[in-house]
T-cell receptor, first 110, second 116 residues
Framework: RKEVEQDPGPFNVPEGATVAFNCTYS??????FFWYRQDCRKEPKLLMSVYSSGNEDGRFTAQLNRASQYISLLIRDSKLSDSATYLCVVLTSGTYKYIFGTGTRLKVLA | DAGVIQSPRHEVTEMGQEVTLRCKPISGHNSLFWYRQTMMRGLELLIYFNNNVPIDDSGMPEDRFSAKMPNASFSTLKIQPSEPRDSAVYFC??????????????FGQGTRLTVV
């Protein structure tokens, strides 16, 4: 079983839609969580960190469920520019390793 | 800040040749990571360094791969001999490790390697 798992998609949604991605992780000692965004043929870039109480940044909301070992990303009012691959990232206690999921591809359609 | 700098951006080489990828992390960062990305396997962590010391190289696929970090501002990933299945995008990333808070990893633009 992979350490971090994501549905690869693609998720095709119309502009203005709300879309949610989930990510599960296998190591219960995981301590830090992030969502990264990767555009085609570009490097991954941090979208937002995920905090235990959940956090919001504009149209983006991240949630953490430690009991079920998953994190989620909600995008409201999707824009064409949100089209990208969203990568779930987990950092495990006692290591410095950032483990990436394989990513979920989102395509926002006009 | 210039960010993480990788070179070359593109490399095409023949099977059997030696390939060296280079990375300059962000000044002040104490952790450096080498990743490989393919369509099939996504982003795989190959090796990471903390304070220039290799901490975990369990992701290095074979003995043909080696990595060094001679100082805080430079790292190399070497493949010798290269094989077609090594074709991928290789990313270097750095971070400033801090146990008290979430610290993100910053990525370079990657080296697109093609072995023919």
């Amino acid at each position: 079983r992979k350490e971090v798992e994501q549905d690869p998609g693609p998720f095709n949604v119309p502009e203005g839609a709300t879309v949610a991605f989930n990510c599960t992780y296998s190591n219960s000692a995981s301590q830090s969580f992030f969502w990264y965004r990767q555009d085609c043929r570009k490097e991954p870039k941090l979208l937002m960190s995920v905090y235990s109480s959940g956090n919001e940044d504009g149209r983006f909301t991240a949630q953490l469920n430690r009991a079920s070992q998953y994190i989620s990303l909600l995008i409201r009012d999707s824009k064409l520019s949100d089209s990208a691959t969203y990568l779930c990232v987990v950092l495990t206690s006692g290591t410095y390793k950032y483990i990436f999921g394989t990513g979920t591809r989102l395509k926002v359609l006009a | 800040d210039a960010g993480v700098i990788q070179s070359p951006r593109h490399e095409v080489t023949e099977m059997g040749q030696e390939v060296t990828l280079r990375c300059k992390p962000i000044s002040g960062h104490n952790s450096l990571f080498w990743y490989r990305q393919t369509m099939m396997r996504g982003l795989e962590l190959l090796i990471y360094f903390n304070n220039n010391v290799p901490i975990d190289d369990s992701g290095m696929p074979e003995d043909r791969f080696s990595a060094k970090m001679p100082n805080a501002s430079f790292s190399t990933l070497k493949i010798q001999p290269s094989e077609p299945r090594d074709s991928a995008v290789y990313f270097c990333a750095s971070s400033k490790w801090d146990l008290t808070k979430n610290t993100e990893a910053f990525f370079g633009q990657g080296t697109r390697l093609t072995v023919v």
